[in-house]
């Protein structure tokens, strides 16, 4: 029996999961020997304690962040979805309190008698102790999951990258995101594109598509794509098949007339590249 095959997005969360649990671990060991080993430096009579203390609580957080990606299936971090998604995060949040003060309690209490020769003691029925753990942990919880999140946001952002990559070569077409949209434009459609703050103006014949990406992306896309485009400045790109006529306006730079009647600057940085219009 075939084993079901994986949507590509959710490979991606899962392989960003990992990332970001290996990346906890790693936090979590170097916070453990900051937080002992800062103790014992205040109180150098401390010695073990601060390390059993400090390895419980830690170890009973380790043991709770596989749910994390659990509940962010179930409540992505997500504007559209937040009446969904704040309720369970607010449970979710609740129980990983609970379950991780009587985590280190119950390490505590097994591990204290047998290295140090006393119990440990916590106080669960007092109220102002759960309200002391209970602030750093929900501070904690948001942190993590804030952490996943980005993680596979930015796992995400890879695929999305590399099929645009994939479209541009062998299909010489530009899959762009604009108004929460995927458009599909051919290379050679493209007469001009500008930078505009974390976007970039795409403009085709009598159209301009507003775009979420970098203008060297777009370059990249276009050289991929096959397209007869060229940097001409830090903030434009032109299609040299449009590009009329170059007109030199002093220390190397020049203003470029396209056959749209729309003229883009060029600067010396890139004079070589547009230097054949002339």
């Known amino acids: ?47 073990l304690e601060p390390w059993l203390r400090e390895g419980a609580s830690h170890l009973a957080l380790l043991c709770l962040v596989p749910f994390f990606p659990l509940i962010l299936d179930i409540a992505p971090l ?24 009587l985590g280190f309690v119950l390490l505590r209490k097994l591990t204290y008698p047998v290295f140090l020769g006393h119990t440990y ?23 993590t999951m804030l952490t996943f999140a980005l993680a596979r ?29 995927t458009i ?37 896309l276009l050289e991929e794509a096959g397209g007869h485009h060229v940097r001409v400045h830090r903030s434009h790109i032109v299609n040299l098949d449009h590009a009329m006529v170059i007109t030199p306006t002093g220390e190397g730079d020049a203003m470029i007339e396209l056959d749209t009647g729309e003229t883009v600057p060029g600067s010396r940085r890139y004079r070589e590249r547009y230097a054949q219009i002339a």
């Open 1 to 47: 029996m075939n084993a079901p095959t994986r949507h590509p997005e959710t490979e991606a969360d899962r392989q960003a999961d990992r990332w970001a649990m290996i990346g906890f671990v790693i936090f979590m060991l170097a916070s453990l020997v900051i937080q002992a080993t800062s103790i014992q430096l205040e109180d150098r009579q401390a010695r």
């Open 78 to 101: 997500s504007l559209r979805r937040w009446r969904w998604s704040v309720p369970v995060h607010i449970v979710a949040c609740l129980g990983f309190i609970v379950l991780h003060v």
């Open 121 to 143: 003691h916590f106080g669960l029925s007092d109220p102002l102790n759960w309200i002391y753990e209970g602030r750093k942990d929900a501070y904690g919880y948001g942190i």
């Open 153 to 181: 946001m930015a796992m995400q952002n890879r695929l999305e990258s590399r099929a645009m990559d994939e479209v541009a070569t062998r299909e010489r077409r530009l899959m762009l995101k604009s108004g929460g949209r």
């Open 184 to 220: 599909m434009l051919n290379a050679g459609d493209v007469i001009h594109a500008k930078a505009a703050g974390n976007y970039v103006e795409v403009s085709t014949a009598g159209k301009t598509h507003l775009v979420r990406m970098t203008l060297t992306e777009l370059e990249r």
